[in-house]
């Protein structure tokens, strides 16, 4: 497994060498801290034709609002090397804040996509995807994969993706890939680090009361503004602060038509705040 983390230069010219060689390029963006939700990406990456899988492991600043984690975000390097090779993966990137953010440039570009990033996550944390989207294009950039793929844990975050990549002809397939969950439901992410282990508990709800409302709309019971609404009153009544529960459509997270309601085209998404945790999870219908 080759290591790149500080010369940009040498990682190119590796990447092209495996395109040279006729190697599909598979690509996966991550903040580290890996679990297998993380690993799952890399393993669907093989599954979909790539031949040499790079991964790259950066908390990204930007993405960060001034009151969140990104000092407390858990860095474990070693141990995320470690799976990363035993998974297999044939190149980690891992650069210092300098060398995607280099001080010399004085003034920095925005990516920007209004309509779509201020809403769902996007209204509690201004920014973010503004943050997302300039550290993917300079991934995107910088090593220049067939494939890049990403978990459907963040649904909003892969269609703002999407959305770039058709905007801006990047030259890349985006693959989703499905959430990956504890045996009880709960959504694996760095961020359940930080839960005690009776919130931990707790927050097995947030999925069960996705499946629950799932469940609810099967029926065909047409209220669906009503059914949500008494789950966020339920969930906020037993101490989760819920910040969204809503029904989206999948393709371009338009908020949904009752009129229009048909399954398997739509998608329920949550951000609830447990403590001082926020999470999020989604089902699609
Ligand atoms: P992060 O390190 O949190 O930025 O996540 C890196 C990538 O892993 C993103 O594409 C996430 O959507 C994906 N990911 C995070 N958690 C999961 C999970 N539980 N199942 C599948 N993919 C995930």
Same mark, same amino acid.
């Given at each position: 497994m080759q290591i790149f983390s500080d010369n940009i230069n040498t990682l190119r010219a590796q990447i092209s060498k495996w395109k040279e060689d006729g190697n599909t390029i598979g690509f996966a963006p991550t903040m580290g801290n890996l679990h297998d939700g993380h690993l799952s990406l890399v393993r669907n990456l093989k599954k979909n034709g790539a031949k040499k899988i790079a991964v790259s492991i950066f908390v990204n600043p930007?993405?960060?609002? @001034? *009151?969140?984690d990104f000092h407390q975000y858990p860095r474990t390097l070693k141990n995320d090397m470690a799976l990363l090779e035993k998974e297999g993966v044939d190149l980690v990137f891992c650069p210092e804040v300098n060398l995607i /953010?280099? *001080?010399?440039? =004085?003034s920095e570009i925005i990516i920007d996509n209004p309509k779509l990033m201020n809403d769902l996550c996007g209204r509690k944390r201004p920014g973010h995807f503004n943050g997302v989207l300039l550290v993917v294009n300079k991934l995107f950039n910088i090593l220049q994969p067939d494939i890049a793929i990403f978990g459907q844990k963040d649904y909003q975050q892969f269609i703002l993706i999407k959305n770039m990549v058709e905007n801006l002809f990047i030259e890349v397939d985006l693959i989703l890939s499905p959430i990956i969950r504890e045996s009880n439901g709960l959504a694996l992410s *760095?961020? =359940?680090? /930080? @839960? *005690?282990y009776e919130n931990k508990i707790m927050a097995t709800e947030i999925y069960a009361s996705l499946v629950k409302v799932k469940d609810k709309l099967d029926k065909k019971n047409d209220d669906i503004t009503q059914i949500i609404q008494l789950e966020v009153d339920r969930l906020n009544s037993i101490g989760f602060k819920v910040e969204y529960l809503e029904l989206r459509? @999948?393709? =371009? @997270?338009?908020v949904c038509n009752k009129a229009e309601f048909e399954k398997k085209k739509y998608i329920l998404l949550i951000a609830i705040k447990l403590g001082d945790t926020r999470l999020i999870d989604n089902l699609i219908l």
């Open positions: 930007r993405q960060f609002g @001034l *009151s969140e /953010y280099p *001080s010399h440039i =004085n *760095s961020r =359940n680090n /930080y @839960l *005690s459509n @999948l393709d =371009n @997270l338009e």
